[in-house]
């Protein structure tokens, strides 16, 4: 058994990662801090941190650790409101730039919720919901991780996005090798996507040239529609004014996946906004689908 008390001081502890500023908050002294969180290591017999240097870091164990604490109190605060008791109704969703704009904007507007939203890549994703930092994520994926409840949104597919006055703006579809020699507007190096597109361009054998690297799609799509080359986004986006896009039909397509960490009841404040995430999937136009 857990001792509560202890986890509740862990959560605190393991978001700091310093036992001046968790004692702090905790209103405990520090000595005080450490005996519990030393406890709380011994019952479950592993490690919960460990040094590096003059920095704290959380052991694997230790990581899994404040994500069941996370999740453990959000199960408190679910329980207590089907008594009536008042709770928050926080809710945190880890989802990309992207998906918030483009997707989820309106959807996200109209739920009765605290909303707490936080912007990652797939990775970061995974991360926040596997931490419990977050309840809800949404992100592209080729294969929904195990250890996560996984409810399939939609596949999308790949676009090509362009000025109106590029040459192959004037093309139904963008073939690969039609990207030969095109400049690319990309993001960094070792981003998902990036490493993506590059894998797929090297098997083709295509060389292309790197334009611009940049963070987020609205930027890449900005780039895009001021001429300085072409940007492959997921069908998920919006076009600013001047851009065209047009399907990449030989890239291969990918699934965006609801995640969550366990079953959510009727009384978890997530849930309600689980149906408005799936309704604005299936009722967002994706680009493939539309000429412009």
Not at 260 to 274: I, N, S, T
Request: aromatic letters at 4%.
């Amino acid at each position: 058994m857990i001792d509560s008390s202890r986890l509740a001081s862990f959560r605190v502890f393991a978001e700091e990662l310093n036992f001046t500023r968790a004692a702090a908050r905790l209103h405990i002294s520090q000595p005080a801090l450490h005996v519990q969180i030393q406890k709380l290591a011994e019952s479950l017999g592993v490690a919960v941190y460990e040094r590096a240097g003059r920095a704290l870091l959380l052991t694997p164990a230790g990581h899994a650790l404040l994500g069941f604490a996370r999740e453990s109190e959000r199960r408190t605060e679910a329980f207590l409101a089907s008594l009536g008791r008042a709770t928050p109704r926080t809710v945190v969703l880890a989802a990309g730039e992207g998906t918030l704009l483009f997707v989820l904007r309106d959807a996200i507007r109209r739920v009765d919720l605290e909303l707490r939203i936080t912007s990652r890549d797939r990775d970061g994703v995974l991360a926040a919901l596997r931490s419990g930092e977050a309840q809800l994520g949404v992100t592209a994926l080729a294969t929904p991780p195990e250890d996560l409840v996984a409810i399939r949104l939609r596949s999308v597919g790949m676009s090509a996005v362009m000025a109106r006055g590029h040459r192959l703006a004037r093309k139904r579809t963008v073939r690969l090798v039609d990207l030969a020699g095109e400049r690319l507007i990309v993001t960094p190096a070792g981003k998902p996507h990036r490493e993506q597109l590059e894998r797929v361009l090297a098997d083709a054998g295509i060389v292309w040239e790197r334009a611009v690297e940049a963070n987020g799609w609205s930027l890449i799509l900005q780039y895009a529609a001021l001429g300085m080359g072409i940007a492959i986004v997921n069908d998920i986006c919006r076009l600013p004014a001047g851009a065209i896009a047009r399907p990449v039909p030989e890239l291969p397509s990918l699934g965006y996946w609801l995640l969550h960490r366990r079953a959510l009841d009727e009384h978890d404040p997530a849930h309600a906004l689980r149906d408005p995430i799936i309704e604005a999937f299936r009722a967002t136009p994706m680009l493939g689908t539309r000429r412009r």
